[in-house]
Nanobody, 116 residues
């Protein structure tokens, strides 16, 4: 069984930065795809960024140039560095792992609020 624990959310002013972390316990392999999603009130959950085993990354258009996803396979951890945050980035951010077995795992979410 895999468990994902996010941390690093909080309240930040527009233009500020936050770094989210997601630590995975259990059977995580470097071949698994790790990603961050977000969901604002009344909206559907959307992909923010994903990173594959070969460190290939994919970003939502709305965060390109501002967010950076990275992973540390030795620590089973994925990060999301968020810079130049905007009020529209306010959401609950969820960590996701899609294992090579096809299993799909989610964290409990961490709140990010961008407001002055």
């Amino acid at each position: 069984q895999v468990q994902l624990v996010e941390s690093g959310g909080g309240l930040v002013q527009p233009g500020g930065s936050l770094r989210l972390s997601c630590a995975a316990s259990g059977r995580i392999f470097s071949s698994d795809v790790m990603a961050w999603y977000r969901q604002a009130p009344g909206d559907v959950r959307e992909l923010v960024a994903a990173i594959s085993s070969g460190a290939h990354t994919n970003y939502a258009d709305s965060v390109k140039g501002r967010f950076t996803i990275s992973r540390d396979n030795a620590k089973n951890t994925v990060y999301l560095q968020m810079n130049n945050l905007k009020p529209e980035d306010t959401a609950v951010y969820y960590c996701n792992v899609v294992a090579s077995t096809g299993n799909n795992y989610w964290g409990q979410g961490t709140q990010v609020t961008v407001s002055s």
